[in-house]
Nanobody, 117 residues
Framework: VQLQASGGGRVPAGGSLRLSCAASGSTVSIGVMAWFRQGPGKQREFVVVIPNSGVTTYAASVKGRFIASRDNAKNAMYLQMNSLKPEETAVYYC????????????WGQGTLVTVSS
């Protein structure tokens, strides 16, 4: 399974970006999808988790500004980021958790988001 993240770029503070992540390769059953980010000199941190069913849960720092969604037919997920802040400059990673007895986590390669002040 390969995850391809895209949509990163440079935006001014207060701007918006939409990230995408698509899974390809072996046919798998995808359970949870999630976004994480890692800023320069920081540890990777949770941004949002999108279950197959149930409530999408956001980190407190992005709640109300970021909107996550998924398209199961396309094995894809999206992250609409609004009102971006300079401190949110980071590499954004997508992750999926496959289901079944061989279920595991897969990570995308990351896409860089730079928010200029």
């Amino acid at each position: 399974v390969q995850l391809q993240a895209s949509g990163g770029g440079r935006v001014p503070a207060g701007g918006s970006l939409r990230l995408s992540c698509a899974a390809s390769g072996s046919t798998v059953s995808i359970g949870v999808m999630a976004w994480f980010r890692q800023g320069p000199g920081k540890q990777r941190e949770f941004v949002v988790v999108i279950p197959n069913s149930g409530v999408t849960t956001y980190a407190a720092s992005v709640k109300g500004r970021f909107i996550a969604s998924r398209d199961n037919a396309k094995n894809a997920m999206y992250l609409q980021m609004n009102s971006l802040k300079p401190e949110e400059t980071a590499v954004y990673y997508c992750q999926i958790q496959t289901t079944g007895k061989d279920g595991r986590a897969y990570w995308g390669q990351g896409t860089l988001v730079t928010v200029s002040s």
